[in-house]
């Protein structure tokens, strides 16, 4: 399973191939891309992992598992809005 760390890789790989001698504004948006690429991954892996645990939860909880994982999709939902909305 990808973890937080290969997201980061994944972004450095990108952002190294991306530098130059001066950053046009074409190679500034590459790497905003690639870093905003990276946080919504980083986002998703994080919501998935902490649904796939709230789910394990004995049949009497199932409920409230669902309850708390519907909220974590809509803030995950909401804040990949706001890093979209900064671009």
């Known amino acids: 399973m990808a973890n937080l760390k290969s997201f980061r890789d994944e972004a450095i790989e990108l952002i190294e ?9 074409e190679k500034r948006d590459e790497i905003v891309a690639a870093i ?6 980083a ?31 809509r803030k995950t939902e909401a804040l990949i809005a706001n890093l979209s909305s900064q671009r």
């Open 43 to 73: 986002t998703q892996h994080t919501q998935e992992s902490t649904v796939d645990v709230m789910l394990k939860y004995p049949l009497g909880d199932q409920d409230k598992a669902h309850k708390l994982a519907d909220e974590i999709r």
């Open 36 to 41: 905003e690429g990276a946080i919504r991954k």
């Open 17 to 25: 191939k991306s530098l130059g001698d001066q950053l046009s504004a």
